[in-house]
């Protein structure tokens, strides 16, 4: 088996996000506008976001947090790593 770091963080892309279509980022953007808007945090390539707001996002999208993580993986929006951060809940 692969050696287990530190649990990954949650890291989305966001420049990949703004190039996804809308009906699939919807959703996804207006969250992370949120958190954006909260930590006055505009100008990165990148987004950390907490473990917890995966969960909120699966709510939103109505899924399992894994399976939404799969969904975002498959988007190019979450990197694989990000698989055992939701492997940790
Ligand atoms: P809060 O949760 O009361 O956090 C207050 C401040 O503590 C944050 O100010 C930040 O400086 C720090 N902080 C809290 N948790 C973390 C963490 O896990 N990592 C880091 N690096 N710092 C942390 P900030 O960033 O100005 O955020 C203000 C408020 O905006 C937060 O108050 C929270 O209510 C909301 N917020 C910001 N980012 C997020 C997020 O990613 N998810 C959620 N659910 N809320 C967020
Ligand atoms: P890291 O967490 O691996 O992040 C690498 C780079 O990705 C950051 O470089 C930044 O350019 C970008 N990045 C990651 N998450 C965010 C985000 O939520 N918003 C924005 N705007 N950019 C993000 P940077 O800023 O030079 O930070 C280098 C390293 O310093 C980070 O590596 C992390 O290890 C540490 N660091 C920076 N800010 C915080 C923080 O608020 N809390 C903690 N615990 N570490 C931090
Ligand atoms: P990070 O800053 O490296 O924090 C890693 C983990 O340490 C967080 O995972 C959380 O479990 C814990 N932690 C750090 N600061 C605080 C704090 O002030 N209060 C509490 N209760 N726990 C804290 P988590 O929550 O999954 O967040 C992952 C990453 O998302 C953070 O990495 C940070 O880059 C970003 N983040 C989360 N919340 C905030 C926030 O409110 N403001 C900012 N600027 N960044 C945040």
Do not use: H
Request: proline share 9%; charged share 25%.
């Amino acid at each position: 088996p692969a050696p287990l770091g530190p649990t990954p963080k949650l890291v989305i892309d966001l420049e990949r996000m703004q190039q996804l279509p809308q009906e699939k980022a919807g959703p996804l953007a207006r969250y992370v506008a949120t958190i954006q808007s909260q930590r006055g945090d505009y100008n990165g390539r990148v987004l950390s976001i907490r473990q917890e707001d995966l969960r909120s996002l699966a709510v939103i999208y109505d899924r399992s947090p894994s399976d939404l993580t799969e969904e975002l993986i498959n988007w190019g929006v979450l990197d694989p790593e990000a698989r055992r951060a939701v492997d940790a809940f």
